[in-house]
């Protein structure tokens, strides 16, 4: 079983950036593929971004594509979530979770959720 942990969530402006990380326990995440989701208030759970832990082969919702970059530290069993240029409309709670497959995107595809981290950005 994998057991993923999130972190780095604050209170930033518009503007400023913000690094989240995503603890891996468990078992090996080796061919696994890690996915960040948001929620935001009132909305439904939305797709992020994903990174192929093996082979570091990245996907980005086009909301957060120039701004956001994914990336995994393979020593340190840590994915990371780098958002740049915050908006208002990222605040949100952040998920990480795993898959199978890089092209996933649904919720139903991804497994052993984290507890979310929340990123509030003010205008």
């Known amino acids: 079983q994998v057991q993923l942990v999130e972190s780095g969530g604050g209170l930033v402006q518009a503007g400023d950036s913000l690094r989240l990380s995503c603890a891996v326990s468990?078992?090996?995440?080796?061919?696994?593929?890690m996915g960040w989701f948001r929620q935001a208030p009132g909305k439904e759970r939305e797709f992020v971004a994903a990174?192929?832990?093996?082979?570091?082969?990245?996907r980005y919702a086009d909301s957060v594509k120039g701004r956001f970059t994914i990336s995994r530290d393979y020593a340190k069993n840590t994915g990371y979530l780098q958002m740049n240029n915050l908006k208002p409309e990222d605040t949100a709670v952040y998920y990480c979770?795993?898959?199978?497959?890089?092209?996933?995107?649904?919720?139903?595809?991804?497994?052993?959720w984290g507890q979310g981290t929340q990123v509030t950005v003010s205008s």
């Open positions: 979770a795993a898959a199978t497959d890089l092209y996933y995107s649904e919720l139903a595809d991804f497994g052993s």
């Open positions: 468990g078992r090996t995440f080796n061919s696994r593929v």
């Open positions: 990174i192929r832990w093996g082979l570091p082969t990245t």
